[in-house]
């Protein structure tokens, strides 16, 4: 929905989505055994998409894999020390949380000191820090997304988020894919929470995707 000619998902869990191309893989979560396979498909992509549903087992064979990735998203639990990192651009999309974990540092509830904290951990490449209020930044920018609704804390929303910026990322640099999927993202949900109030579904927010992203096209802009 974001505009990505060609998604793959490899996986050792069946996804069902006829326009989604499954890699199988064998077993029940990533291992050793699967490393040579994903090197193979993570050299033949534009973007990797990694770390949704994951599990806390298969960090070692995230980090073999991410110097062969072109790009690369990293969420969930590929956010873990030691931080991967792809040969070419990066973002990273944490929440509090998992912003913790990987540094050690706890966020402060105002936006602007949240944003101290971000610039001073020095992570590499782009981090979009998602919160009621989204804080993108690469070590030189920063910016701020206010678009969102406070439905969109139900599950999967995040990993919706990071599918849309690796679309973008293979089309623009990372700092503009990460600020623009927030903005996308937020505006999305807040259309699918004007139609159906509460009880939202991360699905829901994908379809809504396009409208947002490609409104200047539908207007003949």
């Given amino acids: 929905r974001a505009g990505a000619d060609i998604v793959r998902i490899a996986s050792p869990v069946f996804e069902p989505v006829p326009d989604l191309i499954y890699e199988r893989l064998e077993g029940t979560a990533l291992g050793e055994e699967h490393t040579e396979r994903l ?25 073999a894999i991410a110097p062969h990735c072109k790009k690369a998203v990293f969420d969930a639990d ?43 951990a020095n992570l590499p ?11 993108i930044a690469d070590g030189e920018q920063v910016r701020f997304n206010r678009t969102g609704d406070p439905a969109m804390t139900v599950g999967g929303t995040g990993d919706v988020l990071a599918g ?13 894919a990460a600020c ?18 509460g009880g939202i579904l991360a699905s829901d ?12 096209k539908r207007r003949g802009a």
């Fill in 125 to 135: 490449g782009t981090v979009l820090l998602k919160g009621h209020i989204d804080i």
């Fill in 205 to 216: 927010i994908v379809d809504r995707i396009p409208a947002v992203l490609y409104r200047n």
């Fill in 180 to 197: 623009i999927a927030a903005y996308v993202c937020g505006k999305a949900g807040e259309a699918v929470v004007a139609e159906r109030g």
């Fill in 39 to 63: 090197i193979a498909l993570a050299g033949k992509a534009d973007v990797v998409v990694c770390g949704n549903g994951l599990g806390t087992a298969s960090h070692g064979v995230v980090t």
């Fill in 164 to 176: 849309l910026a690796g679309a973008l990322l293979c089309r623009i640099p990372a700092f503009d």
């Fill in 78 to 120: 590929a956010l873990r020390d030691p931080l991967p990192r792809a040969a070419g651009e990066t973002i990273y999309t944490p929440h509090a949380g998992e912003f913790a974990r990987l540094t050690g540092r706890s966020l402060p509830d105002d936006t602007l000191g949240r944003a101290s904290v971000l610039q001073a």
